[in-house]
């Protein structure tokens, strides 16, 4: 694994994106909600900042599909892989596709909690790995947790500031 300095990572300060499309499990505004959400746990510990587009080319491209959408990477139907993101770079970089054959809910509901699913989705999109520390938002497999304290480990804000450095508090 390359050492931190030199992976890929986003060099503007203001990271666009959009979501082009939605599931039927949750309102429009939910997602829209939570992807702010996960968004603002990783972008409150570093000096980066993100925008959301409606029109356009962003940076980050969000949608839901199912099976072959369009990439090397086809879901797979209910259960197994959740979701997949592509690494800060152009085009598909830094993109995040979620399984529409999954039942997404908001942390409530049963059913996937998008906000933990979305919050390691977008940590891919920031360049980060997984990590072995069960605890980290960045473990390979989803763990159900409840949504109320969900939050970044100590590791995962560790590894982000160490490819982006830290968000001076003045
Ligand atoms: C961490 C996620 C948010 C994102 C990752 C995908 S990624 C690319 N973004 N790292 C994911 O979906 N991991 C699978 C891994 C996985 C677990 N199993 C599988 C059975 C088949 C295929 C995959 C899996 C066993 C059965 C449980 C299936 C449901 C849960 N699935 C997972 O945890
Ligand atoms: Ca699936
Ligand atoms: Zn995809
Ligand atoms: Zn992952």
Redesign the pocket.
């Known amino acids: 694994d390359l050492p931190s300095r030199n992976r890929p990572k986003w060099i503007s300060k203001a990271v666009t994106y959009r979501i082009i499309s939605y599931t039927r499990d949750l309102p429009r505004v939910t997602v829209d909600h939570l992807v702010a959400k996960a968004l603002n746990m990783w972008s409150k510990e570093i000096p980066l900042s993100f925008r959301r587009v409606v029109l356009g080319i962003p940076d980050i491209v969000i949608g839901f599909a199912r099976g072959a959408h369009g990439d090397f990477y086809p879901f797979?139907g209910p259960?197994?892989?959740?979701?997949?993101?592509y690494e800060p770079g152009p085009g598909l970089g830094g993109d995040a596709h979620f399984d529409e054959d999954e039942r997404w809910a908001d942390g409530r509901g049963l059913g996937i909690n998008f906000l933990?699913?979305a919050t390691?989705?977008l940590g891919?999109s920031l360049g980060l790995r997984?990590s072995s520390d069960p605890d980290s938002v960045m473990?390979?497999?989803?763990g159900a947790r409840d949504s109320e304290n969900f939050k970044l480990s100590p590791g995962d804000i560790r590894e982000i500031q160490e490819l982006y450095g830290k968000r001076s508090k003045s």
Do not use: F, M
Request: hydrophobic share 30%; glycine share 12%; proline share 6%.
């Open positions: 797979d259960g197994g892989t959740l979701a997949h993101a933990a699913v390691h989705e891919h997984h473990y390979p497999t989803y």
